[in-house]
């Protein structure tokens, strides 16, 4: 019997949704001293060895007060020559994996975790079944032998190493399983995941938000074009297609992964999961439920089961946070060290910088994520949870200034083009001058036949809307900041196809959003000129 399946055999519901989901029920006086007797432990387990040593010096601190004093805020940078090499020997405990984060920086972060990590990382993500598929405080409405349909980028990455840690403690199939899906490639993964499911049905379907929509693309396409190959000659996967088939008839549309997967959860993560939600929603039958979390950090929030905000989980890594006024403070001093404050003295309305520590003898202390949340509540009154509340806001330094007059990030300019109704496959966007004025091109394609000035005359238009800092910005400038440039179809498949012939990374294979460097604009360019 695998490890969580005998709790799930030996406890009640009440007890299973405590041990999973009882974070939801914490007072701040009972996190703030989960949070304290974890530090103190993670101080004694790293003290004496080599990183801890290099970052804390020799003198232990004595109290979580001590510690924040004492111990500068790091970056990979601290740590890159032991880490980078995987030097087990500079830990003070041994890994019982390394998992390397997305790259965003143009390499790969490796990080190392323990096994009592990945147990709490693993119970976070049974939370995350849970939470996902009960509307009910208490519920537990998920059994182990649950089937999780998934596409996520495979191991070393942490996505992969989570859903192996997963199977490893709970009984669950996979769909592909991660042996078979770590050797194909997306499409690949996707038309076998269909297979599979089509044949075994599916529980809960778990991506990125991008990739929930790019799968619900696909198996409506794959659907369309089903053929009764020798394999499909099963009476369920036959009575499957015709009952998906009468449900579209019915809604007088094509058939849709709800119509052959009646799944009952959907887990995404991604910050532009609020963007996706009505599409995947469409797609998969229901609303995603939204975790926020890192390669470093293991689960850091969650959404309770009314999935609207997320709340601070007490037991993953110790938290403090850099309010947005220190933090921009610091932004032209090398070494500067801006003060942070612990959960329990965040302000609601307020953006932070995450600063985590990682417990349970692994090595990053006081280490600067670089990701800025917002705290939306300091409770939640719907679900009674009296913790603060949070949403993703963005990365550090990933905006476009306009003149000192507005900072447009990823997840604005993102939310005003979805919302302009205008269909599009993607989009990138970066800082430009007429002259001495500043504004902002984007680089789109589309789905649909329009005028590059029709499109910047709505893209602006949304952004007024929704952004109060740029509302005004057209009168200052003296012009309408939001320019385009039309991409021909087919460009943003291109690039992704001349990335794989490089040889680079899932995760270097789209430009980036915001502020991409030069050479990938002009990649774009040629790409999308050569398809005219």
């Not at 015709?242 to 019915?250: G, I, P």
Request: with cysteine.
């Amino acid at each position: 019997m695998l490890p969580e399946d005998y709790y799930f055999k030996n406890m009640t519901e009440d007890k299973l949704w405590q041990r999973y989901c009882g974070f939801l029920d914490l007072s701040m006086d009972d996190f703030m001293n989960i949070q304290r007797e974890l530090l103190m432990d993670e101080i004694e387990r790293i003290a004496d060895s080599t990183l801890g040593r290099k970052i804390m010096g020799d003198r232990k601190p004595g109290s979580v007060q001590e510690f924040r004093c004492t111990v500068p805020l790091t970056s990979y940078e601290d740590y890159r020559s032991y880490l980078g090499e995987k030097q087990e020997d500079a830990l003070a405990e041994k890994p019982c994996l390394w998992c390397h984060s997305s790259g965003r920086g143009g390499y790969f972060k490796w990080i190392p975790h323990s096994t009592e990590f990945m147990e709490k990382v693993v119970r976070n993500l049974i939370g995350c079944f849970i939470l996902s598929v009960t509307d009910d405080k208490g519920r537990v409405n998920i059994q182990p032998g649950f089937r999780v349909l998934s596409i996520i980028p495979p191991r070393p990455y942490a996505s992969g190493w989570l859903l192996y840690s997963l199977a490893e403690r709970i009984s669950c199939q996979i769909i592909p399983s991660i042996e078979e899906g770590e050797k194909l490639d997306f499409e690949e993964r996707v038309q076998r995941a269909m297979q599979i499911a089509l044949r075994e049905g599916a529980d809960v379907a778990a991506a990125t938000s991008s990739i929930l929509v790019k799968m619900g693309e696909l198996f409506t396409k794959e659907a369309r074009g089903v053929k009764l190959s020798p394999y499909m000659l099963n009476p369920r996967i036959i009575s499957r297609l015709l009952r998906a088939s009468l449900r579209a008839k019915k809604g007088q549309r094509p058939v849709l992964p709800k119509d052959l997967w009646p799944v009952e959860g959907i887990i995404s993560s991604g910050m532009d999961s609020e963007i996706y939600k009505d599409e995947i929603a469409y797609y998969w039958g229901h609303q995603p439920y939204q975790f926020y979390s890192s390669s470093d950090a293991g689960f850091i929030a969650m959404q309770a089961w009314n999935r609207k905000t997320m709340t601070f989980i007490p037991d993953s890594v110790f938290l403090e946070f850099i309010p947005q006024s220190e933090q921009a403070g610091c932004e032209k001093e090398h070494n500067c060290q801006p003060d942070t404050v612990l959960l329990n003295e965040v302000v609601e309305g307020k953006l932070y910088e995450v600063v985590i520590t990682q417990l349970y003898g692994m090595p990053l202390l006081r280490y600067r994520t670089n990701d800025l949340i917002k705290i939306t509540a300091l409770k939640d009154d719907e679900t009674g949870v009296n913790l603060p509340q949070m949403a993703f806001q963005r990365r550090v330094g990933e905006t476009i200034n306009l003149a000192s007059l507005s900072e447009l990030d990823e997840k604005t300019i993102w939310q005003a083009i979805s919302s302009t109704g205008i269909k599009y496959t993607d989009w990138s966007a970066c800082k430009e001058y007429d002259g001495s004025k500043t504004f902002v091109r984007i680089y789109i394609e589309l789905k649909e036949a329009r005028g590059a000035n029709e499109v910047a005359g709505i893209i602006h238009e949304r952004l007024k809307a929704g952004d109060p800092d740029y509302r005004d910005i057209e009168s200052y400038l003296g012009l309408q900041p939001i320019r385009v440039t039309m991409l021909s179809p087919g460009t943003f498949e291109r690039y992704t196809i001349e990335k794989r012939k490089e040889g680079l990374d899932l995760a270097h294979l789209k430009p980036r959003h915001i502020n991409p460097p030069k050479p990938d604009v002009e990649q774009l360019l040629q790409l999308s000129k050569a398809d005219k």
